[in-house]
């Protein structure tokens, strides 16, 4: 009797590595439009009179709209074709990076970026189900860790090219580089196969608009949560609202007569563990770019781009890293993978909080620590989700795994920015007391006359902003300064810079401190393979019954 030979392995052919070329093109340019606009905001938001709250929400109208539509997104894609909704999703990309252009009024910009959010819902869960469907089987692990690092160093890359433009053009240049590239993409998208759902069933209408309100509700509680407050009852009313709202989603998937993801999927304990896992890290490094871009720029000094720059050694890093961890999950173990990460980008966080670091190598030490532990377990999460997805549903799989992606970002950047917001609020109260002081002894020397009229209403403006947060104070330093009022300048930039390092320190422990409780949970939770075998049909099943 032989013994069976394993198969032989499958050769890459041109035709497959084009495919997870075009479809991690498609990803980077998405990925890096949710972090391009925070370099670019101090210059758009004069250009734009946009008022504190609208300045919020050019940045996260994106971040809203893609997180809703993604499981829709997915389920079309699955029902209709992954590859004609991708070049659907690039072209009202493009569109939507066009319209800034001829667009002055700061509400009809954050319109545009819900447009852009609109596109990007539709691509990214279509780059990872044609990767997952149109790759053999035996490199598939390969090519979604090649998709996942695209997906990690994205915001990074966001960065860095937006740091570049800026140095030598407006800020209208980010937006016709993500136009043209994503025209670009749409056309080399059109040569890549297609894949969908072989047997179809009825679209999920009633599921798709309940799905997306509970994320957009809950998200929008998440995003108000920094500025508001936890207990601000717009708040708590969203985030309890997108829970009940979830909980309604799931009971019309086990219910209901259509079914737009079978919710039964999570009790697989690979994807279950799967997707906490990727809310998990992207809870971290979202939460942690929230905080190191301020220190970089604000206390450090750096330029947009030589903030990018900086952060240039964890792309190195998690690349390196994600390759490592989904050979290791594929072929020794899921769990120690899984727990093994997040617990090393835990303790890379803890590290940032509790140690003075100064110097800019100590800092990237630690963000290192964290970017390995982050790639470790980046690859191996998606492929167990995406592997114990069945094929025709491998859209509504990828926008999960998305999904898991823009929560884990949405609460970390909340929790990271209530700590900041709560910590800076209370430290700041002697800095701006004593530079309102300090304007208003100026304001008196003109008393009775317009002039101090205007320097005393100047000392409560200036004491607000300075109260608000970091950059707000340090554009009141910048100005202070160009008045030769130096050292005032001198005096709210360091008190503001000091009541930012102390919070961001135990932001930093709270983010790290989630990950490692969170790790251990993983340890217990994860199973050891990465896919669960099928359940054997008992023997008088297994075979056809006559009719």
């Not at 979830?246 to 737009?260: E, P, V």
């Not at 942690?288 to 900086?310: D, E, H």
């Amino acid at each position: 009797m032989q013994t069976p030979t394993a198969a032989p392995a499958t050769r890459l052919d041109f035709a497959t590595v084009w495919l997870v070329g075009v479809a991690c093109a498609a990803l980077s340019i998405v990925v890096a439009a949710m972090a391009a606009l925070n370099t670019a905001l101090p210059e758009i938001a004069p250009n734009l009179q946009a008022s504190t709250i609208q300045m919020t929400w050019i940045i996260d109208g994106y971040t809203l709209v893609l997180a809703a539509l993604l499981l829709p997104a997915g389920a079309v894609g699955d029902r209709w074709g992954r590859r004609g909704v991708l070049v659907a999703g690039m072209v009202v990309f493009a569109v939507a990076s066009l319209l800034p252009l001829w667009v002055n009024d700061p509400t009809l910009f954050i319109a545009t970026r819900c447009l852009a959010g609109v596109g990007a819902a539709m691509v990214m869960p279509s780059t990872l189900s044609l990767i997952s469907s149109g790759v053999p089987e035996d490199k598939r692990p390969l090519a979604v860790s090649v998709w996942a690092g695209v997906a990690g160093i994205g915001a990074i890359a966001g960065f860095f090219v937006t740091g570049m433009l800026l140095e030598a053009f407006s800020w209208h240049s980010i937006f016709i580089t993500f136009a043209a590239s994503a025209t670009l993409l749409a056309v080399l998208s059109c040569t890549i196969p297609t894949s969908k759902d072989s047997t179809p069933k009825a679209f999920d209408l009633l599921g798709s608009v309940t799905s997306a309100l509970a994320v957009a509700v809950f998200v929008y509680g998440l995003i108000e949560a920094p500025q508001r407050g936890w207990l601000d009852p717009i708040v708590l009313a969203a985030l309890f609202g997108g829970v009940v709202l979830a909980a309604a989603f799931i009971w019309l998937q086990i219910n209901g007569s259509r079914q737009l993801i079978d919710v039964k999927l999570f009790l697989n304990r690979a994807f279950g563990s799967g997707a906490f896992s990727v809310t998990l890290q992207y809870l971290a490094s979202f939460g942690t770019f929230f905080l190191i871009l301020q220190r970089f720029q604000m206390v450090m000094g750096y330029s947009p781009l030589k903030s990018a720059v900086a952060l240039l050694p964890l792309v190195i890093v998690m690349l390196v890293s994600t390759l490592v961890g989904n050979w290791f999950a594929v072929h020794v173990n899921l769990r120690s993978t899984l727990a093994g990460g997040i617990l090393i980008a835990g303790v890379g966080l803890i590290s940032l909080g509790a140690f003075d670091n100064t110097e800019y190598w100590q800092v990237c030490g630690a963000l290192c620590v964290m970017a390995v532990g982050i790639g470790f377990a980046s690859a191996p999460a998606t492929t167990a989700i995406m592997m114990n997805t069945p094929e025709d549903n491998h859209g509504v799989g990828s926008a999960i795994n998305d999904t898991a992606r823009e929560l884990g970002a949405a609460i970390g950047i909340a929790l990271a920015g209530s700590i900041v917001a709560a910590g800076y609020s209370s430290r700041i109260v002697e800095t701006a007391d004593t530079a309102r002081e300090q304007v208003d002894r100026t304001a008196a020397a003109f008393a009775g006359t317009e002039q101090g009229q205007q320097i005393s209403a100047q000392a409560d403006q200036m004491h607000e902003y300075v109260s608000r947060s970091l950059p707000e104070a340090m554009a009141v330093s910048e100005q202070a300064a160009a008045q030769g009022q130096t050292g005032l300048a001198a005096q709210i930039a360091e008190g503001a810079q000091q009541a930012f390092l102390d919070p961001m320190a135990q932001a930093s422990l709270a983010l790290g401190a989630v990950l490692v409780a969170s790790g251990a949970l993983l340890a217990w939770w994860a199973p050891k393979a990465i896919t669960t075998e099928p359940v054997e049909q008992p023997e008088e099943l297994a075979e056809p019954v006559p009719v």
